[in-house]
């Protein structure tokens, strides 16, 4: 079955860097829509990057744009999330995400169906 392990968070400084992996079983990471999401306490979760399956397109949030990098490791089938220059604002539980199938529905959290642990980060000021 589908499973998702998150790894890598963990606490950092602001301007900092993190790189957050999200080992993948089940499926072939190739062939479906990977995403990143975080939640602060007391918050929505939100959509931060995703990938898409053929062509492997990404979109960022506005938030992390520029500072955010998801890539995908066909070979290890794991994807992961590189995060520089680290805010406060940033600090979150952090989760993997993919679909049933087809391309990323944009960040809409009803349509991803499984999910990872997830994995917290803490950027402090």
């Known amino acids: 079955q589908v499973q998702l392990v998150e790894s890598g968070g963990g606490p950092v400084q602001a301007e900092g860097s993190l790189r957050l992996s999200c080992a993948a079983s089940?499926?072939?990471?190739?062939?479906?829509?990977v995403a990143w999401f975080r939640q602060a306490p007391g918050k929505e979760r939100e959509g931060v990057a995703r990938m898409n399956p053929i062509g492997g397109a990404t979109y960022y949030s506005t938030s992390v744009q520029g500072r955010f990098t998801i890539s995908r490791d066909s070979a290890r089938n794991t994807m992961s999330l590189e995060m520089n220059s680290l805010k406060p604002e940033d600090s979150a539980m952090y989760y993997c995400?993919?679909?049933?199938?087809?391309?990323?529905?944009?960040?809409?959290?009803?349509?991803?169906?499984?999910w990872g642990q997830g994995t917290q980060v803490t950027v402090s000021s």
């Open positions: 995400a993919t679909v049933v199938d087809g391309n990323c529905p944009g960040f809409v959290i009803s349509r991803y169906t499984y």
């Open positions: 089940g499926f072939d990471i190739r062939h479906k829509c």
